[in-house]
């Protein structure tokens, strides 16, 4: 099925280790994004792509990395876990400001 | 920076009630809005996406209406059912890197 996949589903860290996170859309799309999502915060971005080879910073981009080398994955990176970063971790994708955001099912991440 | 507010918080409701929920954001100059669905640890789930040049879509027992000129969108559900408790999120597309702002949403329980 068409769509935005995310890989692992859930994954529990100790602090100080690294992983990364992975986005893969099939739908052609150009615009890809990572936010995050906590308890009576909402979701917040955390770094977004507007094309292969592109990255640019959001809301709350520090302590994270991202990678867009081929169009239709987005890599989001932590180089040393912390518990502050324990939420869930969800990426999404578009095509066109007339377009509307497809989403994720989601990583809920632990960091121990 | 926009900002969005989404009351209430959390609402519960009989079944077969029609219910209304509130979204309001202070920065009109938005490409879209997009009316989301969560359930418990799972997605996002695309409800209704109206364009700025749009005032209201409809989709089943779902109405959504956009008021630039006030700062409002409304989420209208007709003849709730248990089925529809979940998480509503509204959300506004804007900005120069054309990202998605979040409410934080509320929580719906239709009791049967």
């Known amino acids: 099925n068409a769509g935005v996949t995310q890989t692992p589903k859930f994954r529990v860290l100790k602090t100080g280790q690294s992983m990364t996170l992975l986005c893969a859309q099939d739908?052609?799309?150009?615009?890809m994004y990572w936010y995050r999502q906590d308890p009576g915060m909402g979701l917040r971005l955390i770094h977004y792509?507007?094309?292969?080879?592109?990255?640019a910073k959001g809301e709350v981009p520090d302590g994270y990395n991202v990678s867009r080398l081929k169009k239709q994955n987005f890599l989001l990176g932590l180089e040393s876990a912390a518990p502050s970063q324990t939420s869930v971790y969800f990426c999404?994708?578009?095509?066109?400001?007339?377009?509307?955001?497809?989403f994720g099912s989601g990583t809920r991440l632990t960091v121990v | 920076k926009q900002e969005v507010t989404q009351i209430p918080a959390a609402l519960s409701v009989p079944e077969g009630e029609n219910l209304v929920l509130n979204c309001s954001f202070t920065?009109?100059?938005?490409?879209?809005l997009q009316w989301f669905r969560q359930d418990p640890g799972k997605g996002l789930t695309s409800l209704l996406l109206?364009?700025?040049?749009?005032r209201e879509q409809t989709s089943g027992r779902l109405n959504a209406s956009l008021d630039k000129s006030s700062g409002r969108s409304t989420l209208y559900i007709a003849a709730s059912q248990p089925g529809d408790s979940a998480t509503y999120l509204c959300a506004f597309l804007s900005g120069s890197a054309r990202q998605l702002t979040f409410g934080s949403g509320t929580q719906l329980t239709v009791l049967p």
């Open positions: 109206i364009q700025s040049s749009q």
């Open positions: 999404a994708s578009r095509t066109g400001t007339a377009n509307g955001y497809t």
């Open positions: 920065d009109s100059a938005i490409y879209n």
């Open positions: 792509s507007v094309g292969e080879g592109t990255t």
């Open positions: 739908m052609n799309h150009e615009y």
